[in-house]
């Protein structure tokens, strides 16, 4: 069970990393091409920049409008084991087919419901049956007379089948499903600002064994997140009502209450882990600071810019595990703060500079309350700085440069990629004691068959800064080069 909820966290990763860009286009050109920016800022009047900020806009939406059905190919992709583009074209289908059949059925037996939209539960519904449906027939042989039918061609046809049994499912049950929804959404906005530290603070909590992608999703893209009437549409799911508003010129004040979700990242993740890579860097010994500066630089910086934090976290996680929760509860009382002072900033993948300064300070101030970040993370860095510092000295923490003289930390560079990989490849056991590879944005995630074969130490001086034993499997987090190396290893497989 552990695994499978691994997977799609993991799957989500892809269609996931596909919203900054998307976010970048519907930022940036949604809020040049916003009436009130041109009035403001009449020097962007000019009819052909206004073009290609429409374009921007528009090419940024349509991500945003069709996300479920980027998420269903994604996790399709993700779980299915080999031949992954067919699972994705199946999944493909097997979502359209899916919501046909709904609509299908509202039209014929009720036709006083307007529409039915699963949004990202369908997603995972969809493309968890479709990829367990390739896994199981996707070398199917059928009797000569079908045979052209057999095989990966089998694939979109059944799952095309089952999108229709899921879909009288849905029509069914679903109604009542939003009811339940609506009511746990309205649970958690009934507890107010302590209902956005737990929101904050389980959610970090979660990411310290890569379950966070199983809970921010229900919130950004269901009814839990909130259900708004934006340009005269109904829209569901903090981030989606948050890129409606973004896209509806006529909006006037601060964002939905929804970016509740979002506005608390910025403070930890800009300010706060930085922070705490300084504290961890200025507890090193003196010998030791040359050695490590460079890989809390790094992190720092990852953190600051993408909001991505777990070569941050994974330094001090498996060492002192306690010490993360306390970096969790900062991180809910973020949240917390955020709330509290109408901080209304939205993100597509996380709390870094990128996402504040095109969905806080070119939002404008009004809409956002964007300049309480900045005075909120000055503290917020001292809370980290001096909390970390004085945590570690107290309890001698051994976070990098602190555990020993036989330490030894390897930087991974494109130099250096293939010889790593196949370093870390040998101390998974070999290509023989592999089931499965595959990475997040972060993390190199390897299903193995006897995991007394792998040799942790050895991939931890090989670059990771942390290795973690997950039922069966491993993570090892690299950081950026996590992809690359993936790849790197399934290509040396492949020879």
Known sequence: MFKNLQKIGKSFMLPIAILPAAGLLLGIGGALSNPNTVN????????????????MSASGEVVFVNLALIMCIGLSLGLAKKDKGTAGLAGAVAFLVMNASIKGMISAFNPEVVSIDTGIVG????????????????????????????????????????????????????PT???????AGKSIASLGIFGTFLYGFLLRLSGAIGLHHMIYPLFWYTELGGVATVAGKNIVGAQ????AQLADSNHTGLFTSGTRFFAGRFATMMFGLPAACLAMYNCAPKDKKKLVGGIFLG?????????????????????????????????????????????????TFSGGLIDFTLFGILQGNNHTNWIYVPIVGVFWSCLYY?????????????????????????????????????GILEALGGKENIEEIDACITRLRVSVKDVNKVDKIKIKSLGATAVLEVQGGIQAIFGAMADPIKQKIIEIIDK
């Not at 989606?240 to 890129?243: G, P, R, V």
């Open 40 to 55: 403001a800022y009449p020097f962007f009047n000019i009819s052909w920049l206004q073009g290609i900020f429409k374009i």
């Open 123 to 174: 997603s995972i519904v969809v493309g968890s049956i479709v990829a367990f449906l390739h896994n199981k027939y996707g070398n199917i042989q059928l009797p000569a007379v079908l045979g052209f039918f057999g095989g990966s061609r089998f694939v979109p046809i059944v799952s095309s089948f089952a999108a229709i049994g899921i879909g009288a499912i849905f029509f069914l049950t679903w």
């Open 177 to 183: 499903f939003q009811i339940w929804l609506t009511s």
């Open 240 to 243: 989606n009502i948050f890129f």
């Open 299 to 347: 992190a720092a910086i990852t953190s600051f810019i993408t909001g991505i934090t777990e070569p941050i976290e994974f330094m001090f996680l498996f060492v002192a595990p306690w010490l993360y929760v306390v970096h969790a509860i900062f991180d809910g009382l973020s949240f917390l703060l955020a709330d509290l002072l109408n901080i209304s900033i939205g993100n």
């Open 386 to 422: 001096y909390s970390f510092k004085f945590l570690i000295m107290k309890f001698n923490v051994k976070t990098p440069g602190r555990e020993g003289d036989d330490e030894e930390i390897k930087v991974v560079t494109k130099d250096s990629l293939y010889e790593t990989a196949q």
